[in-house]
Nanobody
Framework: QVQLVESGGGLVQPGGSLRLSCAASGSIFSINGMGWYRHAPGKERELVAVITSGGSTNYPDSVKGRCAISKDNAKNTVYLQMNSLKPEDTAVYYC???????????????WGQGTMVTVSS
């Protein structure tokens, strides 16, 4: 009943930029936080950025200063602006959201299907 749909991935040269989008739809009462994770071959899933319902953000050192997460509450959409991309940023990027479907429901983690980002010359 809740869907997260990512878009914006693709092939980019080192030093380039990409903007990922993730739109949440369906039965949504509230979203407590949204974020982006990535999973590269042979590596564990890694947090890229999170943004709380209040707008606070957090980034790991690996992307700090190069990535910016933002959201549009009216559209239930979160964005990830990635600049100065490096080959090691190559991964499948997943959107995550902590969503309450009704006033009385528990919050659950929802995930998108992933979008591939390839940084290569």
């Amino acid at each position: 009943q809740v869907q997260l749909v990512e878009s914006g991935g693709g092939l980019v040269q080192p030093g380039g930029s990409l903007r990922l989008s993730c739109a949440a739809s369906g039965s949504i009462f509230s979203i407590n936080g949204m974020g982006w994770y990535r999973h590269a071959p042979g590596k564990e899933r890694e947090l890229v950025a999170v943004i709380t319902s209040g707008g606070s953000t957090n980034y790991p050192d690996s992307v700090k200063g190069r990535c910016a997460i933002s959201k549009d509450n009216a559209k239930n959409t979160v964005y990830l602006q990635m600049n100065s991309l490096k080959p090691e940023d190559t991964a499948v990027y997943y959107c995550n959201a902590l969503i309450r479907t009704t006033r009385w429901a528990y919050e659950y983690d929802y995930w998108g299907q992933g979008t591939m980002v390839t940084v290569s010359s």
